[in-house]
């Protein structure tokens, strides 16, 4: 399956305070790529490339894509150094179903390029998020890896293969991971990544 390359939209100032983050661009449609089947041990659902680095502008989007592949998303954890400084604690997704509020975590800890939604029955999606800046070919190459069923690479070490990559095409070496990313398995509200059991999934969602 190809990944769908759109052009960047334009996104409205997210609001302040209380109020949920809220963008024009809710409705992109995402450029990701999910598991195709439900048996098995994962440690990734799949991977996704957002066209920039505001949350406002992206989480909607896939928020909606992910309901539909998982069931009614409540909550998104993100690693903060991935993502600009707005930062939203809440945000808004205007859906078929109508508005709602989805709550939305910052982790400094959390590894390089993770992230983590839960659905409204507790299920739980694992994404490499691609940096928006990755070359065509390599952010398809990492989705596509990151969503086989026998990959067995977590979240920061998908992102080293690309940076490694990226330096090769360029002639510069391999090249070495940034600082931030960790290739140790982080662990969180008492569950390790790596044990991690696959629930029930829903076939792949078409970009």
Excluded at 52 to 67: R, V
Excluded at 75 to 80: Q, T, Y
Excluded at 93 to 105: E, F, I
């Amino acid at each position: 399956m190809t990944v769908a390359i759109a052009r960047e939209r334009q996104a409205i100032p997210g609001t302040t305070g209380r109020e949920p983050e809220i963008s024009a661009a809710s409705a992109a449609r995402p450029r990701l790529r999910l598991r195709p089947d439900r048996a098995g041990v994962t440690l990734l659902d799949g991977g996704w490339w957002p066209r920039s680095a505001d949350p406002a502008t992206e989480l909607p989007g896939l928020i909606l894509a992910l309901d539909e592949w998982r069931g009614r998303i409540t909550r998104v954890m993100l690693g903060a150094a991935a993502w600009n400084a707005s930062r939203p604690r809440r945000i808004r997704v205007d859906g078929p179903a109508g508005s709602r509020v989805v709550r939305l975590g910052w982790f400094s800890t959390m590894p390089a390029g993770l992230l983590t939604a839960i659905s409204a029955n507790g299920d739980r999606t694992d994404l490499v998020t691609i940096p928006p800046s990755t070359g065509e070919q390599d952010a398809a190459a990492a989705m596509e890896q990151a969503a086989q069923a026998g990959n067995r690479d977590h979240a920061p070490a998908i992102l080293a293969g690309i940076i490694a990559a990226a330096s090769q095409a360029a002639g510069a070496g391999a090249g070495k991971a940034p600082e931030g990313i960790q290739l140790g398995v982080w662990e969180w509200e008492g569950g390790k990544l790596h044990d991690r059991e696959a629930v029930g999934r829903s076939p792949e969602l078409s970009r």
